[in-house]
């Protein structure tokens, strides 16, 4: 009786262990429909899709080896946390980004100021906005001088021609008021 008992609780344990357990990669990440499934990550869903069909967010677009400072990240609505505004026109940043290269970001940031809970910083309208934006650039880690439209940069060339100068005037002058330190060496 004893031996039928231990047999019993066996073919029951074996029974329950191939049930799969809430600590399971398939439990804890259902495949549910209007999703795709990642070939790679087979139990885990890419991006999904709200009851309305509209595409939610795809976890392919950013992984754990993308910077933050990415191109594809540079005035990206979707991900950004702050709106820089400053002469009529605005930028999609992120907080962490502006501070790591400016002191006056990380101040405004990190003190006591009203922007630093706020989603929004106005600089004014004092600097050009193409100095602004090529500030802005630089800090994301992308050429500042690409704000300069039409004009291919070579290398082997003067960086500097007579007509660029007024530009990079207006990019050291907002490098210097916004304290990028690392810009105004580069101009």
Do not use: W
Request: net charge positive; glycine share 4%; proline share 6%.
């Amino acid at each position: 009786m004893a031996r039928s008992k231990r047999l019993q609780m066996r073919s029951r344990t074996s029974k329950v262990s191939s049930t799969p357990s809430s600590s399971s990669p398939s439990a804890l990440f259902p495949i549910v429909r209007g999703t795709t499934v990642s070939p790679s990550a087979p139990n885990m869903r890419t991006h999904a899709v709200n009851a309305g069909g509209d595409e939610e967010y795809d976890y392919n677009r950013i992984s754990s080896r993308t910077k933050l400072t990415r191109p594809s990240l540079f005035n990206n609505e979707q991900l950004s946390d702050v709106t820089v505004k400053f002469s009529g026109q605005q930028l999609f940043a992120h907080k962490a980004v502006l501070a790591r290269k400016s002191k006056y970001f990380y101040r405004a940031f990190t003190g006591k100021f009203p922007v630093a809970s706020s989603n929004e910083i106005d600089l004014g309208n004092d600097e050009t906005p193409e100095a602004i934006i090529a500030m802005i650039r630089y800090i994301n880690d992308l050429p500042y001088d690409k704000v300069l439209e039409g004009k291919p940069v070579d290398d082997t060339s003067a960086y500097i021609t007579k007509d660029d100068l007024p530009f990079h005037i207006a990019v050291f002058t907002a490098a210097d008021k916004y304290d990028v330190c690392t810009l105004r060496p580069l101009i």
